[in-house]
């Protein structure tokens, strides 16, 4: 069992930066790749990004390539998304999952946290 707690979410401006952190619990964390997704009302969820177990692959959406980085330190059991030059259409609520192989598709992954708010003003 993974329990994924995200954190770093509020409010930034367009052109800013605001990383997020999403923190796990339970020994195998080292072991599972790491997606972000995101979601807005009234829309499907969508993914953003993805880490390798080592850290060794990564995935981009290519709405977020370039600006956004995906990094982990298993020491600290904790995967970061870094928001480089947030636009206003990033704003979503952000989750983070855990899966055994790095993967863009939702379902593809086991453990999910509870998603924390991004708005990003113009």
């Known amino acids: 069992q993974v329990q994924l707690v995200e954190s770093g979410g509020g409010l930034v401006q367009a052109g800013g930066s605001l990383r997020l952190s999403c923190a796990a619990s339970?020994?195998?964390?080292?072991?599972?790749?790491v997606g972000w997704f995101r979601q807005v009302p009234g829309k499907e969820r969508e993914f953003v990004t993805a880490i390798s177990w080592s850290g060794g692959t990564t995935l981009y959406a290519d709405s977020v390539k370039g600006r956004f980085t995906i990094s982990r330190d298993n020491a600290k059991n904790t995967v970061y998304l870094h928001m480089n030059s947030p636009k206003p259409e990033d704003t979503a609520v952000y989750y983070c999952?855990?899966?055994?192989?790095?993967?863009?598709?939702?379902?593809?992954?086991?453990?999910w946290g509870q998603g924390t708010q991004v708005t990003v003003s113009s």
């Open positions: 339970g020994r195998t964390f080292s072991r599972y790749a």
């Open positions: 999952a855990a899966s055994w192989h790095i993967a863009a598709a939702i379902e593809g992954y086991d453990y």
